[in-house]
């Protein structure tokens, strides 16, 4: 174990993706490159530093999948949304950070098919 505190999990969101980078034994560049460039190794480095505290879902969607790890999860430690959200809440807010760019006829025909979803859920 070593010093006390060693086994702890971290505590920032930078702590927690140099721990994940570290253990996948992989470097700032080479997780550059299994992003598709998608996150710079220098924009990763001020992640882990904790001079970014809130990077976009986007950002961390791409390093869940090169990570292997829970989206939700780093969502979550960026402050996203709390611990306390329940399983339901916590869905919907990572499912409208996963859709992407939406043009404005996709965006308002999803609200107007989500206000018809509850709608017909409220009639039951």
Known sequence: MG?????RSPTTLGE???R???AAGMTLR???EATNKEVSNAYLSQ?????IAKPSP???HALADVYKTSYEDLMQRAGYFSTGT?????????????VGELTPEEE?????YLTFYRQQHRKK
């Open 3 to 7: 010093k006390t505190g060693e086994s």
């Open 58 to 60: 986007n950002i961390l």
């Open 86 to 98: 329940d399983d339901t809440r916590r869905r919907a807010k990572v499912a409208t950070f996963t």
């Open 30 to 32: 080479q997780v550059e």
């Open 16 to 18: 927690h993706l140099a």
């Open 20 to 22: 994940l980078r570290t």
């Open 47 to 51: 992640l882990e530093k904790g001079k």
């Open 108 to 112: 308002n025909a999803l609200l107007e």
